[in-house]
């Protein structure tokens, strides 16, 4: 994470002009992309990282970035079509803050930005019609495709060979991709071959962003030919579907405090350390010598570092003061023998 000092699409953005937020749906806090491109977006953190609750705001009054990128919750409670299942990043071992939950959430929270896009209707500002909505996924779901990986250009040919001598020189299996506007025609299917890269492309060769980020990119089609309609459909005729209610989730405490995985283990520690490095004032809790970690102590911990980290993503006001006293509990527990904890 530290090391990648990569330029990003938000840093090419700012250069030539182009504003730009990302839209953090969830309670956790926390913006992974952030975290992946520390290096290069942290002064950002507290002036463009914000709550997807702030989109359907800009979107209603027409005060959308020029590039607004949402970011689903990955976390707890996902909405990103992840079914979570309770388990850690170490085989055999649970981490329960991980609550099982539903792929369901991800329909809800799709149909909240359309519905949130549908309704752009500014005069003079972002709305439907002078805007996009690209919706990309990951992940096939598991499902066989027919149609085998080809070949593609390495994003850097003098870059050393990866594990298993793999050069990055070969494409990934093929997932879904939608573009809604009212400029492309209804029920269009593309068998043209893009990659997730065509995006980057297709703002490059637009907004003349200047030249590609790497090979990848610059072989990449843009996806600026789907706007074919001489005239916009209305988006007061389109279809409006309505996505299935979407199962409650809850952490369950007693049962997560029976163990923290090997990952919790070695990753909390390490925040604690870095902390400590960095000169950041620390509970005096964690230097008694009964101290141990605890789940719930990492994770309403987790709340407060994230809240530090990205101030608009983390609770406010009387929230906050909970979580604070929350914390302080905890902290008071994990220097207690086990069985004496709180309840």
């Not at 907004?207 to 990449?220: H, I, V």
């Not at 309505?242 to 390490?270: H, K």
């Amino acid at each position: 994470m530290h090391d990648n000092v990569s330029e990003t699409i938000f840093n090419r953005l700012e250069e030539h002009g182009r504003t730009w937020k990302v839209y953090v749906e969830g309670d956790t806090g926390a913006s992974l992309t952030g975290l992946i491109h520390w290096p290069m977006l942290h002064e950002r953190f507290a002036t463009n990282f914000v709550p997807f609750s702030e989109f359907e705001k800009d979107a209603a009054s027409g005060n959308l970035p020029d590039f607004a990128m949402i970011e689903p919750n990955l976390l707890v409670g996902h909405g990103d079509f992840h079914p979570a299942a309770g388990a850690a990043l170490v085989k055999g071992l649970e981490l329960d803050v991980d609550v099982p939950s539903s792929i369901l959430a991800g329909d809800a929270f799709l149909q909240r930005i359309f519905d949130a896009y549908k309704e752009m209707r500014s005069e003079d500002g972002a709305n439907v019609w002078n805007t996009t909505l690209l919706i990309g996924w990951d992940e096939p779901g598991g499902t066989y495709d027919h149609v085998p990986p080809g070949p593609v250009p390495a994003p850097d040919k003098a870059a050393p060979a990866g594990q298993m001598g793999f050069r990055f020189d070969r494409s990934g299996y093929r997932v879904p991709a939608i573009v809604v506007s009212p400029w492309v025609e209804p029920g269009s299917v593309y068998n043209e071959e893009h990659r997730h890269t065509s995006l980057i492309a297709t703002l490059v060769k637009l907004w003349d962003l200047g030249d590609g980020f790497t090979e990848r990119d610059k072989a990449a089609k843009p996806i600026d030919y789907v706007f074919s309609r001489e005239t916009p459909t209305d988006p007061d005729e389109w279809g409006v579907p309505q996505a299935n209610p979407v199962p409650q989730w809850q952490i369950d405490w007693e049962a997560s405090d029976r163990t923290l995985s090997n990952l919790g283990n070695a990753a909390i520690p390490g925040l604690i350390e870095t902390a400590r490095a960095k000169g950041f004032p620390l509970p005096a809790q964690l230097e008694d010598p009964n101290f141990h970690l605890t789940t719930d102590l990492a994770f309403h911990a987790q709340q407060l570092l994230f809240r530090y980290i990205w101030p608009l993503l983390g609770p406010e006001g009387e929230d906050l003061d909970q979580i604070k006293a929350i914390v302080e509990q905890d902290l008071n527990d994990a220097t207690k023998p086990e069985g004496e904890q709180s309840k």
